[in-house]
């Protein structure tokens, strides 16, 4: 259900369960997500499967649902020939997706909409190292257009995730001012420093008394890096905390595997909640049944084996349909289309044009170019190559494939 309080409220209250990693449910339904868009290209391709993910992680017990606008990009949308009107609408599509899932519980469920960093538009691994030579004028021009775009759908938070370096936290948080939303701001660390090899002291100290900001902390990382960020996050930014590691597993860019054991224990959440956390879940490779048992850790609902409707033995025992009560199709109610309560063109209550409340012009108020306040152009700052210095290849530095040594849907955990 649609939340009656405020996220930050809530926190004030106590902790709330995070879902687990988006791309790692999407490939145990059978999603390819090869390409640069990763799990964004489903939001034009096959939102019935975003919609299905997220329901699995409400069934869990995940109180707050990130969305899949994590590499949903204007730019990164114009590679592939959507234009900017329609980009807007299918950032706005990841917040409305999740916010259908958050209706299937009777709980309060909150939407944190997804902001990465500049480097997962550029696909090829730089959002793990920061440092993309651009100024944080320059970042923040990148970073505004989209928040302002997602700000419009109505999320609870913006969930500013993965930062791999502090000038691109400046550049988001300056990004993010008068949109109107709260926004909780997460680092990617290794090594108790920034992935850009920063001191997190002085990552945390960027946000205090940073009213916008509801909770600071870190994602995407190793449970032991989280597990040593947690308490230095609450003492430095006096703020709620925000942690949701990976499983812990290390990605062998030579094997094309993942190698390793998996370290995510939901067990260690009571210690991160003393230290300080009240957001807490995982992210790549930490799948619904680790969040079940962290759910039934911090009390968010039930014994693991409810949170999915059967006995645990169920969840994990039997094909992927199987596990969320049923064949794939009869999970969610009946085919993807059906999903969202009819045909694909009326998963939103109507034809495609009207899947947003009205004509394409009316989704926002207006027409397209008046939506986010002038022309196309105008809106978005530019022309695309512009918007980063030069031409759209020279923008984005080389092809996927290279980026990681494998495909990046290996490179993400699926």
Request: hydrophobic share 35%; with cysteine.
């Amino acid at each position: 259900m649609r939340p009656v309080r405020t996220l930050a409220a809530a926190l004030d209250e106590g902790a709330l369960v995070l879902d687990g990693g988006l791309s790692n449910q999407l490939t145990a339904q059978g999603c390819d997500l090869s390409g640069e868009l990763w799990s964004a290209r489903l939001l034009a391709d096959d939102p019935g499967q975003i919609l299905a993910a997220h329901t699995a992680y409400v069934r869990a017990g995940a109180r707050v649902l990130i969305t899949a606008g994590y590499q949903a990009t204007f730019e990164g949308f114009a590679r592939r020939g959507i234009g900017p009107r329609r980009a807007a609408e299918l950032l706005a599509r990841s917040v409305e997706l999740a916010r259908a899932a958050a209706g299937t519980s009777p709980a309060e469920i909150w939407v944190a909409a997804s902001v990465g960093p500049y480097g997962a538009m550029l696909a090829d691994g730089s959002e793990y190292r920061g440092r993309y030579g651009l100024s944080t004028a320059e970042l923040e021009r990148f970073h505004r257009p989209r928040i302002e775009a997602l700000a419009a759908a109505g999320p609870d938070v913006l969930a500013l995730e993965t930062v791999p370096d502090v000038d691109e936290a400046e550049a988001l948080l300056r990004a993010a001012e008068g949109c109107g939303v709260p926004v909780w701001l997460s680092y990617s660390v290794a090594g108790g420093r920034t992935r850009a090899g920063q001191p997190l002291t002085a990552a945390f100290e960027l946000v205090a008394g940073h009213e916008q900001v509801i909770a600071v902390g870190v994602n995407c990382c190793t449970p032991e890096d989280a597990e040593r960020a947690v308490g230095l996050a609450a003492a430095v930014a006096g703020k709620p905390v925000v942690v949701y590691p990976n499983s812990g597993e290390r990605w062998d860019p030579a094997a094309g595997a993942w190698r390793g054991p998996a370290a995510f224990d939901p067990g260690r959440a009571e210690r991160w909640r003393r230290a300080g956390a009240r957001l807490i879940g995982g992210c790549c490779r930490v799948g619904p049944g680790a969040i079940a048992e962290l759910a039934a850790s911090i009390g968010s609902q039930g014994a693991r084996g409810e949170a999915y409707g059967g006995r645990s033995g169920e969840v994990h025992g039997g094909s992927s349909g199987e596990a969320y009560g049923g064949r794939s199709g009869e999970a969610y109610g009946g085919s993807p289309g059906e999903a969202y309560g009819g045909r694909s063109g009326e998963a939103y209550g109507g034809s495609s044009g009207q899947a947003h409340g009205g004509r394409s012009g009316e989704a926002y108020g207006g027409s397209p170019g008046e939506a986010y306040g002038g022309s196309p152009g105008e809106a978005y700052g530019g022309w695309s190559g512009e918007a980063y210095g030069g031409s759209s290849g020279q923008a984005h530095g080389g092809r996927s494939g290279e980026a990681y040594g494998g495909s990046p849907g290996e490179a993400y955990g699926g």
